[in-house]
């Protein structure tokens, strides 16, 4: 019957997960959930008890299927879309997960971290073209987003490494022609790893610094102060 009910809650059930009686943390967290300020909080303590008792595989799928069972309640939460992929790729459940993004897209077509999770998933495939599509969806929604603008450019220079290297094929020559096509893939490539050095420069979100060393390496040659100043921060 207390105001502060729902606030007593949160507290009482991270001090239970702390003292690893899950039970009374769980039951806590139900009720906390419900907290105006301390809600998204608390739900992250279900989560975390549930996880803690995982003891093999047959656990960690049944999880799965405790955390789909919530999602399916609350399709909008994109915590706990992004924990369910999580607990795909730990299961190595890619058909899954792929399913779970294209269902997100289709209802959302606006969802960032939906078009950021497609775009990692086919740059770990290798998929560049997917990815880069991918990525550039993901950044029409949240522009500022380091890490995808570090990964877009990622892709898009290995994009055009690649077609360099079909283009100099047994000669080890670029024609003109081809220059012409692939240097703007370059080009674009370090407009956005350079969009992320401005973003994060400090590296706490995204991890620029090695592509954007390549890109300018291939741009503008090894003694160029742009390149010695990124390799400097690869080591």
Known sequence: KDANLTQIAYFAGIYAYQAKDYAKAEKFADIAVNDSTHGKEAFNIKLAVMQAQLKNHADSVAYV??????YDKDPQ?????????NLYSSLKDEASANALVEAKIAADPKNFTAWAVKGQNAMIAQKLEDAIAAFKNALEIEPENAQVNAFLGACLFDRAQKAEDRAAGKTGRVSAAAEAQIKPVFEEARTYLEKA????PNREKSQWAYALYRCYYRLYGAEDPRTKEAEALTK
């Open 77 to 85: 939460n994109d915590m706990l879309f992004g924990t369910l992929i």
């Open 197 to 200: 050095k401005q973003l994060d």
């Open 65 to 70: 299927q405790k955390v789909k069972a919530l």
